[in-house]
Every structure is written in C-alpha cells, then in structure tokens.
C-alpha cells in the first residue's frame, strides 16, 4: 500500500478498540514469569554449552600472546575462540566497533577471547586461566582534552548536517541586546537495562538460528551476516521479548556475533550472556558531550541569533551525538550557526541511546533558555511561547504537519500551577527544604519508515498477525493486535499477534521514535487487504462493506466473519510504504515538562516532588501503554539530571563504575507521583492511523526541567550534569 496524500476518514478512525486504555496483552506472561526471554529458551538447543567472553584489560594497544594452554585443558571446555582462529570478521553497517580485539585492542573490554564450556561456571573459570600478554599503547580516552584540536563531523548518515549555518549568526549575536554564552557538559551514559545482552546460537549445516536480545531483526540478521561472513538469507533471529534497550540493542553486538562464531568453532549449540561489567565498556553507550550554547534575544524575548557548538569522541568511522538536531526545529530565529565536532577517541563505541541528539542537546539548550529567560526578566513558560514557529526555520516554505507546542505550554503552565512559581531563585522554603520549579521544551523527531505484516483470518474467526517488529517493554503486542482488531472488526482478545521474528515481514523494529508507527501502519495495510479477500470470497462489493462486530456487511447483507475462512485459512500480506509527504511537511513530537523539586539546605542532597509532561504526538494508539513509556522516559530523565554518569579512568581508558552497583539509576524512592497529559491531536500526514511515536518525548526535556527547578530552589547554577550535591553544595543560601 502508498501512503503519498494525507489520510482522510479511515477504518481506524471509529476508534472501537484503538485509542482506548487496554491492558497489555502479554501482560500475564510477563507478570507470571512464563515470558521467554533470549537466554530463557532451553528446549530450542539440547545440551548447548556456555560462552564466556574474556574482555581487554587495556584500553589501546596489542595483543602480542595468548596462552590458552590452561584454559583449553579445564573441565568442561571444548573450544576457545580468539582472533588466532576465528577466521574474518567483519564489520555491520550501523556500529563501527569490532566483535573481537586481535591484535589490535580498540578499547577496553573488547573482546579478546571466548571460552566454551559445559558449564558456565566452568567457562568462567577457564577464562581466568587464560594468559595475555600485551603492549600497552597511548591512547586518548578524554574528551576535553582532544576537543581543542577536534574537527568538525564528517557528512553522516543519521543527525542532519554537522555544520549548518543560516543568516548572518556572528552580527546578529554581536547587535543582540540580551545574551546568553555557556558551556554545559553531559557525561557518557550507559543504557543500563536490566535484561542483559544475550544469545543462544544453532547451527544447522549453514543455517544458523539465534534466540536473542535485540531491537532490530533485520538490522541485525543484516549485520551478524556482515561480521560472521554468512549470507543473510541463511540466518534466523528469534526476539519475542527483550528486557529494556533503550537503543542499546539496535543490532548485532558481541554476544550475538560471538556466540554464533563459538557456536560453529565448537561445533555445538552456544549460549553467551554479557556479565554485567561488559555491558558498560564492551558495548555501545551514549556518548559525553560538551556543548556551547549562545543565544541573542531582543529586549521583547525574540530570538534574533542561535548558535549551538558540541563536541562529542569516538572510535575511528564513528559518529557524533548530534546534539544539534533538536536547535534546528525548536524555536523560530533568523539567524543561526550548529556545528558538531568529533574527537578520536579509544572509548567503548559512541552511538544510539534513547532519543539521541534531542535527550543531551535539550539538557544544554534548555538551560540556556532559562538563563535568557532570567537576563530579560521574562517568565520562562512566556519566553518559550514568544519563539514558537509552525515552520521550519532553515526553510519557511516547510510547514510543520502539526505542532500545539503552545498548547502544551499553556495546560501545563495550568496543570502544574505554574503561578505559584516564584521567580526569585532561593526564595521558598519549606523547613530544611528550599523549594523550586522548573520547565522545559521538549521536541522529537516522529520517523515513519516501510514496514510490512502478514495477517491471517483462521476458521474459528480468530485473527492473527505476524511481523518482525519487537517489544522492549513499550506495548508493541498490544498496539499490533488493537490495529488488527480495529480493522477486522473483531474483540481485542480475537487477536494474536505475533513478533519478533526474522522470517515475519520486516519493519524497522523499535528504535528512533519509529516502531510504533511504522509498525501498525504496515498491519493496517495487511488489514486493509484482508478485508478484501473476504470481501471477495463473500461475493460483497469491496468498496462497500463494513467490518464490525465479528461479521462483514454490505448492501444489506451480514454474515460471520469466521464463515468467510470456512474452507481455509484467508492469508494476506502487505507494506505501507511512503511518499514525499515527510519532506513537504516537518514531522516532529513536541511538548513540555515541569518539575517542582525539594533541595536540603544542609546537605544539597535534591529529592524530586512531583512532574508533569504534556505531550502532542498525534493519535494516542493506547493511552496505557502510551503513559508508561512517557513516565518511564521522565525516570530516565530523573537518573540523568541527578546521577547517572559513567567515569572514565582517563589514565587506562576505562567506565569505572561499570555495574548497576556503581552507575547508579533512579530507584523507587527517587520517582515521585509522575503525571502524563496527552494532547488531543491526529497527523493526517503521517499514516493512516495518523499516530506518531511518543517514547523517547517522554524522556527530551526532563533533565533540564529539574535543572531549571534546582536553580530556582537554590540559586546555583549547575552546567555540568549530573548535579550531585557536591557541584552546588557551597553556595547554597545560608539558613535563616
């Protein structure tokens, strides 16, 4: 199916079962524990033994010896694998990183070696056997100190430019009356997901079969294919549940590609899990950046000048955290000047974690709005409803398809009661509590790409749907099967959806925003060719039939849409694919978020009160669904305003703090009462569900509103994230 013109009335649009709270349909699997995850599968290979990945202990340099004498006379070991015998590996095309060190070591915990044993226990303890000798070299494992010599990006696939420049930025910020010129600073940050990376691997002759943790099914059979030297064709993903990835498993890592090559090195089936620890420095993070940002405003709040430099590291062929991407469609401004720098860096690989590009760039450009909010002595809610735009700024010919920014400023300006925000910072106490609120914008791209379904109408009238899509804990069995329903005309518990594997029709998978609502648009499509195949079988006029209530009508006749699947089951397969409309037209998820937060006056200690996030991302497919991953993106937020940091040991090159013991995450008692308040919206433009993705808004925006807040509570302003007490401790108001 072509989506190319604006949707008109749809069969969605009834809204029977889509865009209505419904429980998560896999729920009871997961909260009775009988939901499979990638290493859960132990019938599917009898007997596999166990891999163990023996990481880098250096950060650069060579491996000059490996002695596996030991290793290989362990109990229980029946092969070990290293760069001496792996055969060529090569790389995918999305991650840059290489599986496996030798004799080159890229950075620390690179894989070096993989120890299969009949146990795992086994192959830990013969990983400790094994001997590496290696020649330590110079590497350069800290960003500040690379950024003065670090050149602009080269052109990349993902991020937009990384150099834009418009108008004349440096004589409109000279002539400005009210400045702003900072510099904030975010730390690399790990996905942290509770599920580990793992992987079961089967060969069958040339066919490999993989039970695994990963976003992406054919990014990542495309990419395993790549590194194992295996025609794509040959390989099968199976990942019907994934215990959170937040972009950390886009696609092929170590423990998918390695299990698979010690697989076929010992000759039997292999189950690798990442430990803990090389979830940190073995796999792929998001990077730290350091970020100027200059604003230029009239005396009446206008932005007249935007410039937005950031510098972020990475292995060789690496990208940037393009930071920028969110500076370009904000706010209106005539002139303005991005540029994204890359420094070399010999750090784990740099790439996707939830919402990049918009998550850290909001943290430093939503500050910086409150700063020129302060300078002109203008309300931060005010100033942000002044620079609104419904066009594009570097082209005002391009509309924005929609874009009720200003709405969602003004319900929750409401909402929050914002008015009793008091300007002064420092200026409200509760006791030992000194007392602020905070907002800021939030923006994210709303990416629509091909996907496909296959659908299938059984005898018993029972539908179900099958596609590659996955499920990272967002909804997305639930969101298919409302679709499904809502299009046969069918209950919701009349429809089983089936996902997570390769061999179902592809979709991109769930990453970039564009799971969602790429997804059920391609089971729409399967949808709308089912419902002509009944329609033809039961001899009705396809361009005047109605499915509802479990039957099919037309012209006066109804009859059950079970009967129409009485001599076999009706089959149908499509994609939606798209035209130009994403290019007439800026398609974006905007919002806002406020935080009201509580700071010790003793200790700085900073305990969040309460949040509030108003989001427009068109239809809402499932207001239940949609509210978890919106306050589950505000939790995130919390852990990267105040403690979530990775510290590199700049000396060796390492993540010191590489366990869920030392990178501390929000737990239940830093997660007040969160509040999601979703405006009433539909994008025509989009598809013909007319949805848009909402999860990673949920999280751009939220580390500067708490910013925002602590400064209003204290008076100190943080530029560096986290703001652990120590950063504002001393200047903090004295006690009255």
């Known amino acids: 199916m072509k989506f190319d013109t604006p949707a008109g009335t749809t069969p969605i649009d009834q809204l029977k079962v889509v865009g209505r709270a419904h429980p998560r349909v896999e729920g009871p699997l ?68 290489r599986v496996l060190a030798g004799p080159m070591v890229d950075h620390y915990h690179q894989a070096v070696a993989v120890v299969v044993a009949d146990t795992f226990e086994q192959a830990r303890a013969a990983a400790a056997l094994i001997r590496v000798s290696y020649a330590r070299g110079n590497g350069r494992f800290d960003l500040a100190a690379q950024k003065p010599a670090s050149p602009i990006a080269p052109k990349e696939a993902f991020g937009g430019p990384s150099e834009l420049s418009v108008g004349a930025f440096a004589t409109a910020f000279a002539g400005a009356p009210v400045k702003v010129d900072e510099t904030y600073t975010v730390p690399d940050h790990a996905h942290a997901m509770m599920e580990p990376h793992a992987t079961i691997a089967r060969w069958d002759g040339d066919k490999l079969t993989c039970w695994t943790s990963i976003q992406s099914m054919n990014w990542g059979c495309r990419d395993l294919g790549l590194i194992i030297g295996t025609p794509k064709e040959n390989i099968r993903l199976h990942s019907a549940f994934i215990g959170g990835g937040f972009g950390g498993k886009g696609t092929t890592q170590s423990d998918l590609a390695l299990a698979a090559l010690a697989a076929r090195v010992s000759g039997r089936p292999v189950k690798l899990v990442l430990q803990r620890p090389l979830m940190f420095n073995n796999t792929i993070h998001r990077p730290k950046t350091i970020q100027r940002v200059r604003l230029g405003a009239a005396k009446n709040g206008k932005l007249v000048a935007i410039g937005h430099d950031s510098w972020s590291g990475n292995l060789a062929g690496g990208r940037t955290e393009p930071t920028t991407l969110p500076t370009r469609l904000m706010y209106a401004g005539e002139s303005r000047l991005l540029r994204r720098y890359l420094a070399p860096l010999d750090l784990a690989e740099g790439n996707a974690m939830r919402a990049p590009g918009e998550a850290p760039g909001m943290m430093a450009l939503e500050v910086a709005m409150d700063e020129l909010a302060e300078k002109l002595g203008m309300d931060p809610v005010a100033l942000r409803i002044a620079n609104d735009t419904q066009v594009d700024p570097e082209k005002p010919e391009r509309r924005f398809s929609t874009r009720p920014f200003v709405q969602c400023l003004k319900e929750g300006a409401e909402r929050f009661g914002w008015n009793a925000r008091v300007a002064k910072p420092g200026s409200r106490r509760d006791g030992k509590w000194l007392i602020g609120m905070g907002m800021a914008s939030a923006i994210r791209g709303a990416p629509i790409m091909k996907a496909g379904a296959r659908v299938r109408l059984g005898k018993d009238g029972r539908v179900t749907v099958e596609t590659d899509m996955t499920d990272i804990g967002q909804g997305s069995y639930t969101i298919v099967a409302q679709t499904a329903a809502e299009m046969m005309g069918v209950p919701l518990n009349h429809v089983t959806a089936k996902l997570g594997d390769s061999t179902f029709p592809e979709t991109p998978g769930s990453g970039g925003q564009a799971g969602a609502a ?151 008692a830093d997660v007040p009462h969160l509040e999601a308040h979703f405006i009433n919206e539909v994008d025509a433009t989009m598809s013909p569900l007319k949805a848009k993705g909402v999860g990673e808004l949920g999280l751009t925006g939220v580390a500067p509103a708490i910013a925002n807040a602590v400064y209003n509570a204290t008076g100190m302003r943080v530029r560096e994230y986290p703001m652990t007490l120590e950063k504002h401790l001393a200047s903090l108001p004295e006690i009255v």
Do not use: W
Request: negative net charge; aromatic residues 8%; proline residues 2%.
């Open 30 to 97: 997961k909260t009775t524990g009988t939901a499979r995850y990638a290493a859960e599968h132990h019938d599917v290979a009898p007997g596999a033994a166990y891999g163990y990945i023996l990481g880098a202990a250096i950060g650069k340099g060579r491996i000059e010896r490996i002695d596996t004498t030991a290793a290989r006379a362990a109990p229980g070991v029946s092969a070990i694998v290293t760069h001496e015998n792996s055969g060529p590996i090569g790389k995918g095309e999305f991650y840059v990183q």
């Open 518 to 668: 790429s997804t059920t648009a391609g089971v729409y499509a399967a949808c709308a060719k089912l419902r002509d195949l009944v329609a033809q079988r039961m001899g009705f006029n396809t361009a005047d039939v109605t499915f509802a209530d479990g039957r099919v009508s037309s012209a006066g006749r109804s009859i059950a849409l079970a009967d129409a699947a009485k001599d076999g089951e009706i089959v149908a397969e499509d994609s939606m694919e798209y035209g130009d409309l994403s290019k007439q037209y800026a398609q974006q998820t905007v919002g806002a978020h406020f935080a009201e937060v509580a700071v010790d006056a003793f200790t700085g200690a900073v305990r969040v009160r309460r949040m509030l996030a108003v989001c427009a991302a068109g239809r809402i497919l499932n207001p239940t669904t949609a509210r978890s991953q919106v306050i589950g993106g505000m939790t995130m937020g919390i852990g990267a305003a105040l403690m979530e940091e990775m510290a590199v040991d700049t000396r060796f090159g390492f993540f010191v703090n590489h366990d869920l013991a030392g990178y501390e995450v929000p737990v239940h």
